[in-house]
């Protein structure tokens, strides 16, 4: 087992390429390594024989080097889908002014497009940086395995000697005989034992404190390296975020605007439909009255041109019979059209309830104009009538006797109220 990792409370890993990046930082702490005095004894070569028996496995350092490479800086699929989504949503757009928009911020995603691939290409070079940071790292790494192999292999032949060297002076001392110097051997071996002790753990210690303040050199290292890169993601993140958002925002607003143009326009083609429709309607209602007012102008003329005709003849075969006939005929008259008009009246009353419950207000307004209209042409319409009838009476005046055209009168009289009473036509 390798003596670093015997001090209490220092634990080292293998550098990882995601954090180890200037090769300046970490080329002197290896070197300081390296140029420590190193005192060496007899007793302390079996420990560094250790040293330099067991190495690191390489397996261990290429694998701890390729899980750590597979780093990433940034998410770049956030913003490649919310660009991806800006771009469809922009292509939904016609209009020329929302053309020009997407123009903008298709600019503005190309740059943003344009960043992300330097700093990917950023992120290769660093990538590659800290390969060959590796690749150096593991080079100093077995140099200074080496070294150490080497120092221990002098420390084993200097060992050797030096007991070679032992033997043979006990030899020519027990040769020789003299208990004085078996003494003083016996005093040398002691004072040998007890200063070879004294080096090897002064020689501990100081491999435990070199070792404590490389690692803390190399924990301040990579700690300040980790906070920088985190540093730069943080701030880099948030930059394309900000502009992501302003985009949106922009986007949003645009569409908003488009939309609100739609409506109004599509609320000035219902209310110009809908008066074209109106419109229409008023002249097809017109076209109709019209229409209904000449066809009953029509009818009234023939029955007008009849009943002068029938009266004629009437008047030209019985002048007597024919005033007694018509006396009668307006007495049953009257009675029956008092009673078609108490009948007429209450059906009339009925049908008005029923047409009142049923009518909508919009048909109730234009029947009563239509109504109006009606009552208005039929007023002139009697007008016309009565006034050719008193053209007609006052040439029978002259023509007649005074008997015929009171007969007469009474009998143009009837028939106007005959035609003023409701639900008659």
């Known amino acids: 087992m390798p003596m670093w990792n015997k001090?209490?409370?220092?634990?080292?890993?293998?550098?990882?390429?995601?954090?180890?990046?200037?090769?300046?930082?970490?080329?002197?702490?290896?070197?300081?390594?390296?140029?420590?005095?190193?005192?060496?004894?007899?007793?302390?070569?079996?420990?560094?024989?250790?040293?330099?028996?067991?190495?690191?496995?390489?397996?261990?350092?290429?694998?701890?080097?390729?899980?750590?490479?597979?780093?990433?800086?940034?998410?770049?699929?956030?913003?490649?889908?919310?660009?991806?989504?800006?771009?469809?949503?922009?292509?939904?757009?016609?209009?020329?002014?929302?053309?020009?928009?997407?123009?903008?911020?298709?600019q503005k995603i190309s740059t943003l497009e344009m960043k992300l691939k330097v700093s990917e290409e950023e992120k290769q070079r660093i990538k590659k940086d800290v390969e060959s940071l590796m690749e150096k790292h593991s080079i100093l790494e077995k140099d200074f395995l080496k070294e150490k192999e080497q120092e221990a292999i002098s420390f084993q032949d200097r060992y050797k000697e030096l007991q070679e060297k032992h033997k043979q002076e006990l030899e020519d001392m027990r040769k020789a005989g003299h208990e004085a110097l078996s003494i003083i051997v016996d005093e040398y071996k002691a004072l040998l034992q007890s200063s070879v002790k004294q080096q090897v753990e002064a020689i501990e210690k100081q491999y435990i404190s070199a070792i404590e303040k490389q690692a803390h050199k190399c924990e301040e290292l990579l700690n300040t390296q980790h906070q920088r890169l985190l540093e730069m993601l943080d701030t880099e993140k948030e930059l394309l975020k900000e502009k992501i958002k302003e985009a949106l925002t922009q986007q949003s607003q645009e569409q908003k605007e488009i939309l609100e143009k739609c409506l109004e326009e599509e609320r000035q083609k219902n209310k110009e439909a809908l008066i074209s429709a109106a419109k229409l309607e008023k002249e097809v209602v017109k076209d109709a009255v019209l229409k209904a007012i000449e066809e009953e102008r029509k009818h009234l003329e023939n029955i007008h041109a009849e009943e002068r005709e029938l009266w004629k003849t009437e008047h030209a075969k019985d002048q007597e019979e024919v005033s007694q006939a018509i006396q009668k005929a307006i007495q049953e008259q009257r009675k029956i059209s008092q009673e078609t008009v108490k009948a007429a009246i209450i059906e009339e009353q009925k049908r008005s309830e029923k047409a009142v419950e049923e009518a909508v207000k919009r048909t109730r307004d234009e029947l009563i104009e239509y109504v109006k209209e009606q009552k208005r042409i039929c007023y002139n319409i009697q007008r016309y009538s009565q006034h050719h009838c008193q053209n007609f009476s006052q040439k029978y005046v002259l023509h007649h006797s005074p008997k015929e055209v009171s007969w007469r009168n009474r009998n143009l009289k009837a028939a106007a109220l005959f035609r003023t009473l409701p639900g008659i036509s």
Do not use: M, R, W, Y
């Not at 180890?20 to 970490?26: A, F, R």
């Not at 490479?69 to 771009?87: A, Q, V, Y």
């Open 7 to 106: 001090v209490s409370g220092v634990h080292l890993s293998p550098a990882s390429p995601e954090i180890v990046l200037d090769h300046d930082h970490t080329s002197p702490s290896v070197g300081c390594l390296s140029s420590e005095p190193i005192i060496a004894s007899p007793e302390n070569t079996h420990a560094d024989n250790s040293i330099g028996s067991q190495t690191i496995p390489k397996a261990q350092i290429q694998q701890s080097t390729h899980t750590h490479l597979d780093i990433s800086l940034f998410p770049l699929g956030l913003t490649d889908e919310k660009s991806n989504g800006t771009i469809a949503l922009v292509d939904d757009s016609e209009d020329p002014g929302a053309n020009v928009s997407n123009i903008q911020l298709q």
